[in-house]
């Protein structure tokens, strides 16, 4: 798990389960949570939702597509 901080929210690595079709992945995501608020975080799938088998491989690649992050909007969008 890795995490960024900007302005007003967090960013963190995050991963999804996933079951299509009997089988079972995780897909890649970020988590994005207000700093001051908090509240429930929001999940953003990435990698057009790329199914990993596993939990590691999916964080991973949440990790190399949050150091690509370049910030969050107001409404807890990503900027990239």
Do not use: C
């Not at 302005?7 to 963190?12: D, I, P, S, T, W």
């Not at 897909?27 to 207000?34: D, F, G, H, L």
């Amino acid at each position: 798990m890795a995490r960024k901080e900007f302005e007003k929210f967090e960013a963190v690595s995050a991963i999804v389960p996933v079951e299509l079709g009997g089988n079972k992945g995780y897909y890649a995501a970020i988590a994005v949570k207000a700093l001051v608020d908090g509240g429930a975080p929001r999940f953003h799938t990435l990698l057009d939702e790329q199914v990993f088998p596993g939990a590691i491989a999916a964080d991973d690649a949440a990790i190399n597509e949050l150091d690509k992050l370049k910030g969050v909007t107001d409404d807890a969008e990503l900027i990239w």
